[in-house]
């Protein structure tokens, strides 16, 4: 089973601030299985990234992925207010159990 | 628009069965492969299960294999999530989601929330 590790758990940031998150895989995994999600209080998770650097529909060129191997980062460039809130990274696809990571908190 | 629609969620006695449902909208449902992710009050995301879009493919988390089962009904557009033996740590908020590509969860549902009393 991979495990994801991310870090930091939580990051206090400013809008405008540009921030890099972590995730690190037990193992090494192809760039193709890693994928990122935002998650809003009381909403469901949205699709970020996905097979590491790819932006999914809608999401603003202000995120993107990059990495390989066992390290890879979520780069906001410039902090908006809606961006405020918790990122997960989760390997998928190829060799179940498809895991989360704990995920990192955003905060103002 | 994609639209992805869970219910059968409640309060249920340890040891006891509830079976989750999930209708989909505004896609062909047929086409693609699905998942379940829990959530617990409170913390991080734990994908449950995945299954093709032909049900030939069918995989579990370690936490939920033998007492979870998933089905689909492409011909009523909607997935399934049988619990039974539940425990405390099963209660979550269940969330069916799409697949997109073999690559990651895409459109997911607003949740069903399952509580598991002792």
């Known amino acids: 089973e991979i495990v994801l590790t991310q870090s930091p758990g939580t990051l206090s940031l400013s809008p405008g601030e540009r921030t890099t998150l972590s995730c690190r895989a037990s193992q090494s995994i192809s760039s193709r299985c890693l994928a990122w999600y935002q998650q809003k209080p009381g909403q469901a998770p949205r699709l970020l990234i996905y097979g590491a650097s790819s932006r999914a529909t809608g999401i603003p060129d202000r995120f993107s992925g990059s990495g390989s191997g066992t390290d890879f980062t979520l780069t906001i460039s410039r902090l908006e207010p809606e961006d405020f809130a918790v990122y997960y990274c989760q390997h998928y696809g190829y060799s179940p159990p498809f895991t989360f990571g704990p995920g990192t908190r955003v905060d103002i | 628009e994609m639209q992805l629609v869970e219910s059968g969620g409640g309060l249920v006695q340890s040891g006891g069965s509830l079976r989750l449902s999930c209708a989909a909208s505004?896609?062909?449902?047929?086409?693609?492969?699905m998942n379940w992710v829990r959530q617990a009050p409170g913390k991080g995301l734990e994908w449950v299960s995945y299954i093709s879009s032909s049900s030939r493919t069918i995989y579990f988390a370690d936490s939920v294999r033998g007492r979870f089962t998933i089905s689909r009904d492409n011909a009523k557009n909607s997935l399934y999530l049988q619990m039974n033996s539940l425990r405390d740590e099963d209660t979550a908020i269940y969330y069916c989601a799409t697949d997109y590509r073999e690559l990651a969860i895409d459109c997911w549902g607003q949740g069903t929330l399952v509580t598991v009393s002792s």
């Open positions: 505004g896609f062909t449902f047929s086409a693609y492969s």
